[in-house]
């Protein structure tokens, strides 16, 4: 199997602002976002389908998930943070957060985030996890 962004950037071989790591996931910015602040939880191991995870796995991603979406709630003021659960278009499962400033989720065409807008939202995301 082909490595996957993700893999790449978990291996280092692509530069990522990196905002959390464990055992089993990473979090990064989304560089292609809808909104500002949309981030990614993405496992560490290489997997294409979210079934296919074991207990741990699924369990410590869902709890990443859980505490970067608190983070993102304190850091961007949002009503809610939306998640979908990702793996087709890039075999590796991925949680892409989507944090609501509204009670209306607003998609915006997808844009490419500039390093700067990359660098703050995860130094705000970073800080609200202090």
Known sequence: MQDS?????IKREIPAEIIYEDDYSIVIPDIMPTMKGQLIVATKRQEGYVF??????YRALM??????AKALDTAFNTTRTCIVIEGFEVPHIHVRMYPCTTNEL??????KASP???TEVA???RNALS
């Open 52 to 57: 296919n995870l074991t207990d741990e796995e």
């Open 106 to 111: 607003v998609w915006e065409p997808r844009y």
């Open 5 to 9: 962004i993700f893999t790449k950037i």
């Open 123 to 125: 130094s705000a995301v």
């Open 63 to 68: 709890e990443t998930t859980k505490k970067i």
């Open 116 to 118: 700067e807008e990359l």
